[in-house]
């Protein structure tokens, strides 16, 4: 496709379990991003890639969450043991550099139980 | 911290009557875009303004790029329920990655 891929679109799961988010971005984008958005608020700045390597993690919350880029490609970010407090939208955006626009994915909508 | 403040956090007006939102930081940008987030969606970019004292119109949307490149104003002439969204401002510092602003949340009344 031509737009930001993500998926699941929504994952509802049990507090303590493991969930593994995917994004695909856009083809040739360099630059992917991770943002994290409660209900009614604005982005949560979580991590961003260049290529395949992390710059910037220092928007992660816990040492519950990662992430992982490969082949300058497909994303994931996975969140261990998770909290209720992770319930969230939990958004991807690719660019071609790191000071272009972004382009967003429409989230995965993360409820924990 | 960079640090982009966007006001109001919140406002509520009714359709046909005009507004303006805005977005100030202390740093100057190289850059500042403007982008509109929908409900169930993710932001859509609405436009980058460069140069300082620049204005671009997008039909009733009129975007202004301070002087200083140091804020930015969107002003929505008669809005309609469909202007109904998260309005949020970025810029990136120097050639670090975008920061995004705090947001205003925009509801149109019918």
């Known amino acids: 496709g031509a737009g930001v891929s993500q998926s699941p679109s929504n994952k509802v799961t049990e507090k303590g379990k493991d969930v593994e988010l995917r994004c695909d971005p856009i083809?040739?984008?360099?630059?992917l991003y991770w943002y994290r958005q409660r209900l009614g608020q604005g982005l949560e700045f979580l991590i961003y890639?260049?290529?395949?390597?992390?710059?910037?993690k220092s928007g992660l919350p816990s040492d519950r969450f990662s992430a992982e880029r490969t082949g300058e490609s497909v994303s994931t970010l996975t969140i261990q043991r998770t909290q209720q407090e992770d319930s969230a939208v939990y958004l991807c955006?690719?660019?071609?550099?790191?000071?272009?626009?972004?382009?967003f994915g429409d989230g995965t909508r993360l409820s924990i139980l | 911290t960079q640090l982009l403040e966007q006001s109001p956090q919140f406002l509520s007006i009714q359709e046909g009557e005009n507004l303006t939102v805005y977005c100030n930081s202390s740093?100057?940008?190289?850059?500042l875009q403007w982008y509109r987030q929908e409900p169930g969606e993710g932001p859509v970019l609405l436009v980058t303004?460069?140069?300082?004292?620049e204005v671009k119109k997008l039909k009733r949307l009129t975007f202004q790029f301070g002087d200083a490149r140091k804020d930015s104003s969107l002003h929505i002439t008669a809005a309609q329920p469909g202007d109904t969204g998260l309005y949020l401002c970025?810029?990136?510092?120097?050639?670090?990655?975008?920061?995004f602003g705090t947001g205003t949340r925009l509801t149109i009344i019918p």
């Open positions: 890639f260049q290529g395949n390597s992390a710059p910037d």
């Open positions: 303004v460069v140069t300082g004292g």
């Open positions: 955006a690719s660019s071609l550099w790191t000071d272009q626009p972004q382009h």
């Open positions: 740093s100057v940008f190289s850059s």
């Open positions: 970025a810029g990136p510092f120097g050639n670090e990655k975008l920061t």
């Open positions: 083809s040739g984008h360099t630059a």
